[in-house]
């Protein structure tokens, strides 16, 4: 059998993972970096992080929401080395893949907005943005994994729309 | 009140055989969050055509991961998508044009067998499934009641293959995800061991089908 690093995983759990989830995690990717090109390196580094310090996965449960946190965190960080570098002009940005549902347009547009301002987010926001706008949680479900009343979570994501709308209206 | 439709990580979540059950009461029910998780897995099936692992191996990962098994890979595995709900609404179109349901039927209702592609057309088989290369064989679980579920692959003198610890699941139908399996060669005999909360209930041989 497949030795396993300490703290990691065997290459047949690797595969099986992959297999099992890495559509999904790379959707998830390209929806956070909004950018295929970026999303691949991202998938690429979630199983580097789960080769070495995966081992944790065995115990979940909940295998999927528990990867996306990994795929979340290699997507920040890539979102946080994006943003140091100088912005090229000029460039055209990937939209990211539209969601399951196609909801009211309102909704799309905001989703959009907090999306593309995601690297300008503290990671308490980030968490909040990706739980409401890429999970579509409701506001009480999130408020129950973030710690947080429904009142504040609802008044956070106003406030989270406002500065998106600001940003996009200043970059315009 | 009406049942909310599916929200997208719930549609994620199904598509992996991962919702929660009481939502799996309204996917069964509900043909539009059924066609958005189906179509979910159609794209999973297509990016992994695209890029199966052994493609995906090639890049940054490469350096990570651990060596390849010493032992002969016979078999390829191929995870099938989904399980649960889904597995059930896949099974209806799976199971059509099936000429002889397995009779074989374990303690508490449940039942396992194999569900063998070839080309076109699929068959079941318990006890026993001949077969050849490139055929591609599924598991199909059927649980009467709650209970713990593991199946291992034994290849000759080799220690058993895990191929699913599904650890305890609800009554119901389900594909076995991560135990799909392609014929490869060189292929040889061997059998995979249905173990139901821990104890052996049920074994299938797989052998190799003569030339004709």
């Not at chain 1, 690297?119 to 579509?136: G, K, M, T």
């Not at chain 1, 129950?144 to 998106?164: D, E, H, M, P």
């Not at chain 2, 390849?68 to 059930?88: I, K, N, Q």
């Amino acid at each position: 059998m497949t030795e396993a690093r300490p703290g990691g995983l065997t290459r047949r759990e690797i595969e099986g993972i992959y297999e099992r989830f890495g559509f999904v995690l790379h959707r998830r990717c390209r929806a956070l970096l909004r950018d295929r090109a970026a999303a691949d390196d991202a998938l690429q580094e979630v199983f580097i992080n789960l080769i070495k310090y995966g081992r944790a996965y065995r115990e979940v449960e909940a295998k999927l929401p528990w990867l996306y946190r990994v795929a979340d965190r290699c997507c920040f960080a890539a979102l946080d080395r994006r943003a140091k570098l100088p912005t090229p002009m000029g460039e055209p940005v990937e939209l990211p893949p539209a969601p399951v549902e196609i909801g009211e347009e309102r909704r799309l547009e905001d989703r959009q907005r907090v999306l593309s301002m995601l690297s300008q987010l503290s990671p308490e926001d980030r968490n909040l943005a990706v739980l409401a706008f890429v999970e579509e949680r409701d506001q009480g479900e999130i408020g129950r994994l973030l710690g947080f009343s429904r009142q504040t979570i609802n008044k956070r994501l106003k406030s989270l729309r406002a500065r998106a709308l600001e940003v996009v209206e200043a970059e315009s | 009140m009406t049942e909310p439709h599916l929200s997208a990580i719930e549609v994620e979540l199904a598509s992996v055989g991962e919702l929660d059950p009481e939502r799996q009461l309204h996917l069964q029910s509900c043909k539009l969050c059924q066609f958005e998780v189906e179509q979910l897995m159609r794209g999973a099936e297509a990016f992994l055509d695209a890029q199966p692992f052994e493609a995906f191996a090639l890049g940054a990962v490469k350096d990570a991961l651990p060596p390849e098994p010493l032992r002969p890979v016979r078999w390829t595995r191929r995870a099938a998508l989904g399980s649960g709900v889904m597995a059930c609404a896949a099974a209806v179109a799976l199971f059509v044009g099936t000429s002889s349901p397995p009779e074989l039927r374990l303690k508490g209702g449940s039942s396992f067998s194999a569900i063998l592609a070839r080309g076109s057309t699929q068959s079941e088989h318990v006890g026993e499934v001949r077969i050849r290369a490139g055929d591609r064989l599924r598991f199909s679980v059927v649980l009467g009641e709650e209970a713990t579920v593991r199946l291992e692959l034994n290849e000759g003198e080799d220690a058993p293959l895990q191929l699913f610890d599904g650890g305890r699941m609800s009554p119901g139908q389900y594909f076995v995800p991560e135990a799909a399996l392609r014929a490869e060669p060189p292929l040889i005999e061997s059998r995979v061991r249905f173990y139901l909360d821990g104890t052996l209930a049920d074994e299938l041989y797989i052998r190799v089908e003569e030339d004709e």
